[in-house]
């Protein structure tokens, strides 16, 4: 079983910087874990994903070269560090876990869910 506790969201202004940080319990190492956010009225939409062994990384198009994910193996986290932030990045912002393997950008495919966090940016 793994539990995962989202933390870092708030309300900032575009072109603000925002880091979320996602705590997991559990074993996880041959986990991948994945950011996933989800505006109101919209479909659940795939923002970044990790793999804890090899630390491969993996982007949605619309965050390419503003959002990094990062982790730290000793604290068992997971980092999405958020530059150069736009109104539309407004969303809840998930974090979610399951095994290596294919589909990591498909949130059907994810396991284990955190609660949310709110990222709102204002002009």
């Known amino acids: 079983q793994v539990q995962l506790v989202e933390s870092g969201g708030g309300l900032v202004q575009a072109g603000d910087s925002l880091r979320l940080s996602c705590a997991a319990s559990g074993r996880t190492f041959s986990f991948a874990m994945g950011w996933f956010r989800q505006a109101p009225g919209k479909e659940r939409e795939f923002v970044s994903a990790i793999t804890w062994r090899d630390g491969i990384t993996y982007y949605g198009d619309s965050v390419k070269g503003r959002f990094t994910i990062s982790k730290d193996n000793v604290k068992n986290t997971v980092f999405l560090q958020m530059k150069s932030l736009k109104p539309e990045d407004t969303a809840v912002y998930y974090c979610?876990?399951?095994?290596?393997?294919?589909?990591?950008?498909?949130?059907?495919?994810?396991?284990?869910w955190g609660q949310g966090t709110q990222v709102t940016v204002s002009l």
């Open positions: 979610a876990a399951r095994r290596n393997g294919l589909g990591l950008t498909r949130a059907e495919t994810y396991d284990y």
